[in-house]
């Protein structure tokens, strides 16, 4: 605690104030991860070929004065902790989930929290992630909603969980991963996808073209998130692609 604190622009006040070590991912996450066993993956994944164990989580110095952080964003980060460590799921149909923790739109806001943070942060994991465009455009939406200013509501997301039998629970619930920019098959829709634990993916829409009409119509379930289940995870090409990031980190450490 005896470090100095540099003064600098604070990304989302834009005010010249100390800037402390801010989480990208929240504190709840770190926490929840280290709540496994210690040879489970508790590693933040990212999109460098290389990747890294970060027990501790990453954090950035140079991105947040503490008001931000902690007051304005603290708040929506414990709404991203319901969210996922909810047990207020209700069955829908044999592959969706209704999550009645929180209300979509604030769930929303704290994913959009977390994806500009890692947008904004010079770390070496986040330098080849970018929403380019978007970022004013998500602190300006950010912002408007910390001081109750009329909001666009135009970011539009899909939530899913994975359901697997074969994967072990501190595989299947004690991982995350970092942003990743991807283009949604069919239609090419811009999207930026991240793991959050408990196996939910979020998959949110960084274009001014709509979902397919396959995804708006299982979104549009009133306040509450619908949970898409996706069975099989593990012969997807995400998991595979994940398990081999994990084994080359098992090898290197
Ligand atoms: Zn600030």
Excluded at 72 to 81: K, M, Q, T
Excluded at 114 to 133: D, H, M, N, Y
Aim: glycine residues 4%; aromatic residues 12%.
């Amino acid at each position: 605690m005896s470090k100095s604190l540099q003064i600098n622009i604070c990304k989302l006040c834009q005010c010249e104030r100390p800037l402390i070590e801010a989480h990208l991912f929240p504190k709840w996450c770190v926490r929840h991860l280290r709540s496994f066993e210690s040879d489970n993956p508790k590693i933040f994944l990212h999109t460098l070929n290389e990747s890294k164990k970060r027990p501790d989580g990453l954090y950035d110095n140079g991105i947040l004065c503490e008001n931000c952080d902690n007051k304005l964003l603290g708040p929506i980060d414990n709404a991203g902790r319901y969210f996922c460590l909810s047990e207020k799921l209700e069955k829908l149909s044999d592959k969706s989930l209704l999550n009645s923790a929180v209300p979509k739109k604030t769930f929303g806001l704290f994913v959009l929290s977390v994806i500009w943070r890692f947008s904004i942060s010079q770390l070496p994991e986040c330098k080849t992630f970018s929403i380019g465009a978007y970022e004013q455009r998500t602190r300006d939406y950010l912002w408007s909603y910390f001081t109750n200013q009329p909001v666009a509501d135009d970011y539009d997301f899909l939530v899913t969980k994975i359901e697997s039998t074969l994967l072990p629970n501190n595989v299947l619930n004690g991982w995350v991963k970092t942003p990743e920019c991807r283009r949604l098959i069919p239609g090419g829709v811009n999207v930026v996808t991240l793991f959050f634990p408990n196996g939910y993916q979020v998959i949110m829409k960084f274009d001014q073209r709509n979902f397919p009409p396959s995804i708006s119509e299982f979104n549009s379930h009133g306040v509450y998130c619908c949970v898409w289940m996706q069975a099989n995870f593990e012969s997807s090409p995400v998991f595979k692609d994940l398990s081999g990031r994990v084994n080359q980190v098992k090898r290197n450490i």
